[in-house]
């Protein structure tokens, strides 16, 4: 069974910074399109940005500039670096695992809560 596992999340003041992490089994880090989504209150879940196996990236456009995402392949995990984050970036975060060239996410994790307060 796949499982992909958020930590990282909390509290954090305007322009401050946080960074997510994402852990999961071998065999979908080494093939699978890795990414994050989020969904703010009231809102519809959307993407935050993708990373291939070969370290090609995507990013929704309100988060470049701001958002950071990588992997390590040889660690099992990927990372989300959030930079001056606003209130509006508030939202639970997932992790997500894709088929390479299928754009809806094939596994999702249990989300990790970003809340971004003063």
């Known amino acids: 069974q796949v499982q992909l596992v958020e930590s990282g999340g909390g509290l954090v003041q305007p322009g401050g910074s946080l960074r997510l992490s994402c852990a999961g089994s071998?065999?979908?880090?080494?093939?699978?399109?890795m990414g994050w989504y989020r969904q703010a209150p009231g809102k519809q879940r959307e993407l935050v940005a993708t990373i291939a196996a070969d370290a090609t990236t995507n990013y929704a456009d309100s988060m470049k500039g701001r958002f950071t995402i990588s992997r390590d392949n040889a660690k099992n995990r990927m990372y989300l670096q959030m930079t001056s984050l606003k209130p509006e970036d508030t939202a639970v975060y997932y992790c997500?695992?894709?088929?390479?060239?299928?754009?809806?996410?094939?596994?999702w994790g249990q989300g990790t809560q970003v809340t971004v307060s003063s």
């Open positions: 997500i695992a894709a088929v390479p060239g299928i754009a809806t996410p094939l596994y």
């Open positions: 071998r065999s979908i880090f080494s093939t699978y399109v």
